[in-house]
């Protein structure tokens, strides 16, 4: 049916609309203002920080425990992933169905998960059953049944999610590109053997959750809308767990040298890019002007890089690039799916885009519109919830910075100079010490690749 017709257009649209006005500056972003916290550790080592933080009756409850994948041996490798599957299987009192009813009971739910470093516990929780959810906490902590009935059942959960994650080619350019960061050390054992992992007894989850599972390990963050008695309740349910033995530090030294490694996926229609570096850890005084540099150059929607190969060439759909941490260490990371035939040609596009940013500062107009980006986004991500407020907390705490550099943090992106940014990126990544590893059809790309193959 055809649309009903319009008005009649005037020959010279231009000449009967008003002039156009240049927009007002936009204001400066505001700053980060960190809630005042309420820190205390009690006679057993496990610190305690509390934030009360908006108006919302909700409080989250997190305690972070040192017993991440950093802890696993090399023949254990997942074992803190299982040990806390097992975590949520119920306690000695407490089934894991009365445990997630009682959560979802004070409006939520009790979560465990393992990470590189860290297993995280808690949830989010109607504030007036902020004590009662504290105490279910600690029960689930301190006293879990890890059921030996439930073992195979979760072994089978977690080998069916290590053959998913193996037959994606982005997992296996990452488990290839940290395992070259990080030869030798936990930080690089990204998958376990299958066999090992079926082989994992209840008694060895047993003895990895009495040696990491302890309240000298242990820091339990709640945020939120808090009740005045909330110091007694964490008292009275977590001041009889053990203090057990200080977390132990595990040293790495990530390989900073020049590699091209393909990974062949016969008949794949795209390669996999992963290219990257370590660089200063977020206790350096660059740290904030890498992440500056590392939003203009690939980490952003407008990024050069981005730019480039998705929007000028469409050799990619959705590039990124990151800068990953761990304690007291850092790594840049570029990564992008494109078609098989212009992985080559995608290579040289990102490192003309380094090379360009290496040579020459960017304009002050680029870096503004990445700055107002960072900052909005920064506040953006710390004021939905205090969830986030709790995870910036335990990122300062654990990375040893000083609290102030959450208040400070807007005003220090706000600070970063062009020169700067051309600085960070000529002294940090560098691509004649990069780690680049490609997973695609090796027939289709090992020619593309070849100058690649050795340092430039």
């Keep these: 049916m055809t649309p009903p017709s319009g008005p009649a257009i005037p020959a010279d649209p231009a000449a009967f609309?008003?002039?156009?006005?240049?927009?007002?500056?936009g204001t400066a972003p505001k700053p980060f203002r960190l809630p005042p916290t309420d820190d205390f550790v009690l006679p057993n080592g496990m610190k305690v920080?509390?934030?009360?933080y908006g108006s919302v009756p909700k409080v989250a409850?997190?305690?972070?425990?040192?017993?991440?994948?950093?802890?696993?041996?090399?023949s254990q490798v997942w074992i803190s992933k299982l040990n806390a599957l097992l975590i949520k299987e119920g306690t000695a009192m407490l089934s894991s169905e009365q445990v997630a009813s009682r959560a979802a009971g004070m409006g939520g739910q009790l979560d465990v998960g393992a990470g590189a470093e860290f297993a995280a516990a808690g949830g989010v929780v109607l504030s007036e059953f902020g004590a009662r959810f504290v105490a279910l906490l600690a029960e689930?902590?301190?006293?879990p049944a890890?059921?030996?009935s439930e073992l195979a059942r979760l072994k089978a959960d977690l080998r069916r999610a290590l053959v998913v994650e193996k037959s994606r080619p982005g997992a296996l350019?990452?488990?290839r590109f940290l395992k070259t960061l990080f030869p030798d050390h936990p930080y690089g054992r990204s998958y376990p053997r299958e066999s090992a992992l079926e082989g994992y007894t209840v008694e060895e989850v047993q003895r990895f959750f009495d040696d990491n599972f302890t309240a000298s390990r242990t820091h339990l963050y709640i945020a939120g809308k808090l009740d005045p008695d909330l110091k007694k309740s964490i008292t009275a349910a977590f001041g009889g767990w053990k203090r057990g033995n200080e977390r132990a530090d595990v040293p790495a030294a990530p390989v900073k040298s020049r590699s091209l490694q393909v990974i062949d996926r016969p008949g794949a229609e795209q390669s996999t890019l992963y290219l990257g570096l370590p660089v200063a850890d977020p206790t350096s005084p660059d740290y904030v002007a890498l992440g500056v540099m590392d939003a203009l150059l690939g980490g952003s929607f407008a990024s050069r890089i981005t730019s480039n190969i998705r929007e000028q060439k469409g050799y990619t759909y959705s590039p990124f690039s990151q800068i990953g941490t761990r304690r007291r260490l850092a790594y840049w990371l570029q990564g992008a799916d494109v078609t098989t035939s212009v992985t080559g040609p995608a290579l040289h596009e990102i490192f003309h885009e380094i090379d360009c940013l290496r040579k020459e500062a960017p304009s002050a107009r680029e870096v503004k519109g990445i700055q107002d980006y960072l900052a909005g986004l920064f506040i953006l991500r710390n004021t939905v919830s205090p969830?986030?407020?709790?995870?910036?907390?335990?990122?300062?705490?654990?990375?040893?910075?000083?609290r102030s550099f959450l208040?400070?943090?807007?005003?220090?992106?706000?600070?970063?100079t062009p020169h700067e940014i051309q600085r960070a990126a000529e002294d940090y990544i560098v691509p004649s010490k990069m780690t680049i590893v490609v997973v695609g059809d090796k027939a289709k790309i090992s020619e593309q690749l070849k100058p690649y193959e050795t340092a430039e």
């Design 146 to 148: 890890l059921p030996a």
């Design 387 to 402: 969830d986030a407020v709790i995870g910036q907390l335990h990122f300062v705490d654990s990375q040893g910075l000083d």
């Design 61 to 74: 409850v997190r305690a972070y425990v040192n017993a991440g994948g950093v802890y696993e041996s090399a």
């Design 49 to 52: 920080t509390l934030v009360s």
């Design 140 to 143: 689930v902590l301190q006293r």
């Design 173 to 175: 350019a990452r488990e």
């Design 407 to 416: 208040s400070s943090y807007v005003h220090k992106i706000m600070a970063v």
């Design 17 to 25: 609309a008003a002039p156009k006005e240049t927009p007002p500056p």
